[in-house]
C-alpha cells in the first residue's frame, strides 16, 4: 500500500498484537483463528448489525467448512425455506439444468452478526471506525483509525486488511479495481421453493438469481458501472416480461461488487496480508464470496500462528489453492457473456 511517511503524535495512542480492517467474514473468521493470548482490535466502518446486499445462499463447501471448524450458526441465522434446490436457466438457449444437492438459505444480516458476536468474545471491536492512513514501522505497522469522536493512533505488529471490494490497501496504492454494481430487490411474496440462476446477456453479462427468503423472492444482479439507471430499467422489463414479476418491489438495494480477474489477485503488501474480496477472492461468476473469506480469514490466522516472523510467504502458500481456483473461474468469466460459449460451459456442468 502507499504508506504514510510520517503520522501525527498529537494523536491517542493504542497498542495491540493485530489490527483487522473489516468485520465481514473474513475479519472475523481471521480473528476467531487467532490464539487467544494475542491482543486483537476489529474494526469496520459499518454500524452493525448492518444490512449488505447479498442473496444470502451458502454454498454447500462454505457450509461444510464452518461445520468442520467448529463454528454452528444459530437458528435464526437461516431464511425459510433454508435449504434451497438451484436451477441454472439459460434463456437465449432455451436450456436448464436442476441440481438437487442443496444450497442454505442464509439472512445475511444475522450471519454477519453472529460471528461479530462470537469475536467479541476474544477481540475488542470498533463500529463506525475505519482506516485513514498507515505507516510501515520496522517491528509493525503504525495506523490511524478514525472513530466517530476522534481519530485514534494504533501500534501493531500485523495488519489485515478485510476492507472489501474498495480494499484499503489497494486504493492506497492506485490500483484500478474491476468493479461491478450489485442489484438486488425484495418482492413481497414467494414465487419458488429453489434458487434460480439465470443466463441472459441481452440484460447483463453476469447472472441474474431469484432467490425465496422468508415471505419474500430476491431478484437481483449486477452490472458494469456504466450507464446504470437504463441497465436497471431494462433488468425490470426483463423482470416483468420473461419472468412475470409485476409487483413493485417493497425495497431495493445496491452496493459494489469485486469481478476479479487472474492479476487482481493481491494476499500480500508490504507486510499487511489481505483477506477475502479484498484479497480478489471472490468467484468472478456468481459472486460468492462467503467461503472464500471464511477460508482466506482462517489461513491468515493459521500463517501468524506457524511463522510469525514472515507470515507473509506462509499466508501466499495456504491460499494457492483458492488462488488457483479463482483464477480458473476468471479464465471463463468472458465466455459466460456469448450464448454459443456459454452453453458449452453449461452443458459441461450438467454431466
Known sequence: MRLSESISSSVNVKECDILIAGAGPGGCSTALNLSDDLKVLLIDSS??????????????????????????????????????????????????????????????????????????????????????????????????????????????????????????????????????IAYQEWIKGQRQDYFSSIYCSKVTDYYIWVIPKDGYTLVGTAFGPFKIREKIQNFRKFLKRDLGIKKKPERFEAGILLRPGKEDILLTHDGAMLVGESAGLINPNTGEGIGFALKSGMFCAESIKNNPQNPEKEYTKLCRELSKEIEDKAKVSADYNYPIKRIRILKKISK
Not at 60 to 88: C, H, Q, R, Y
Not at 105 to 131: A, I
Open 47 to 180: 454500524h452493525f448489525p448492518r444490512n449488505k446486499i447479498c442473496g444470502g445462499v451458502l454454498i454447500e463447501k462454505s457450509w461444510n467448512f464452518l461445520k468442520n471448524t467448529g463454528f454452528d450458526p444459530p437458528k435464526n441465522v437461516f431464511a425459510e425455506p433454508k435449504d434451497l434446490p438451484m436451477k441454472i436457466i439459460d434463456i437465449e438457449n432455451d436450456f436448464q439444468i436442476d441440481i438437487k444437492r442443496g444450497y442454505l438459505n442464509v439472512r445475511r444480516r444475522n450471519f454477519d452478526k453472529w460471528l461479530l458476536e462470537l469475536c467479541r468474545e476474544k477481540s475488542e471491536f470498533l463500529q463506525l471506525s475505519r482506516l485513514e492512513k498507515v505507516a510501515k514501522l520496522k517491528d509493525g505497522f503504525l495506523s490511524v483509525v478514525k472513530t466517530p469522536s476522534k481519530r485514534v493512533k494504533i501500534k501493531s505488529r500485523y495488519l489485515i486488511d478485510s476492507t472489501g471490494a474498495q480494499s484499503f490497501s489497494k486504493t492506497s496504492m492506485g490500483i484500478k479495481k474491476p468493479i461491478y
